[in-house]
């Protein structure tokens, strides 16, 4: 396996509290999860990186199989994952990693209304729910904690990915 440390360092220096290497083939990609987009999140789409316009789960699960590792990162409540996986991930890809693409968190928030183009695909990724991307499943089974936060003024675990090859 190749030694991906530098990027786990790199993402711990942006804020992030852990990142680990993980399989693609430990990543759940299920149906359900983009209906909890449509049923239960405000931006359902208001946004270019949510459903009906992020890849469907179908998609996403036949992507995953181009690649052989994936970048996980665990940030706090106050880490910007929408900043930091576009970072990482052009990181990775300038070291040669040509197929590597990230995944945020939640919705995109960096224009208050998106135009019919993004205006800043630098800089934003459709999240991981919003892919069809079961993150409860996925970071459970990989070692990293989460709840469902179930009263205000809870702490928040979010995760963002890099897929790589």
């Given at each position: ?19 680990r290497i ?25 946004s270019l ?107 928040g675990n ?8």
């Amino acid at each position: 396996m190749p030694d991906f440390t530098k990027y786990i360092k790199h993402a711990k220096g942006l804020g992030a509290k852990e990142a680990r290497i993980i399989s693609p083939k430990t990543i759940v990609v299920a149906e359900w999860v983009r209906m909890k987009c449509q049923f239960g999140c405000d931006g359902f789409g208001q946004s270019l990186t949510c459903p009906p316009y992020s890849p469907t789960p179908e998609f996403t699960r036949r992507m995953l199989t181009f690649y052989k590792h994936a970048l996980i990162v665990h940030d706090g409540d106050y880490t910007d994952i929408h900043g930091l996986i576009p970072k990482l991930e052009r990181e990775i890809f300038l070291d040669g990693y040509y197929k590597a693409f990230g995944m945020g968190s939640g919705p995109c928030q960096l224009c208050a209304k998106c135009a019919k183009f993004c205006r800043h695909p630098d800089k934003t990724r459709p999240s991981m729910e919003a892919c069809g991307i079961d993150v409860y499943s996925t970071v459970r089974s990989n070692g990293f904690p989460i709840k469902v936060l179930n009263m205000p003024g809870c702490k928040g675990n979010y995760y963002g990915i890099v897929l790589i090859d």
